[in-house]
């Protein structure tokens, strides 16, 4: 772990303050972003928590969605095209 956040904070500035400040981490609702190429981005955020089993205690799942029809849904299908293999 500590050999991401290592590397992490040495190619990142805000990441290198976000950990510094101890506000790193995720919350529920809304996450805003800029990507380079397609813009802005609002992504949804909800949080599923693993049934208690043995091996999963504690575990939990982050799901981010766009609102259909959205800007930031025209934006991540923009992205996918980028992403896409050229036939």
């Known amino acids: 772990m500590q050999t991401l956040i290592a590397e992490l904070s040495s190619a990142s500035p805000c990441f290198r303050e976000s950990w510094a400040r101890a506000n790193v981490g995720y919350r529920l609702g809304v996450l805003h972003m800029r990507h380079p190429r397609v813009g802005e981005l609002?992504?949804?955020?909800?949080?599923?928590?693993?049934?208690?089993?043995?091996?999963?205690v504690g575990q939990h799942l982050l799901i981010y969605h766009a609102e259909p029809g959205g800007e930031t849904a025209r934006a991540l299908e923009e992205l996918g095209l980028l992403a896409a293999p050229a036939c």
């Open 42 to 56: 609002n992504l949804s955020r909800n949080q599923l928590i693993v049934p208690h089993v043995p091996h999963a």
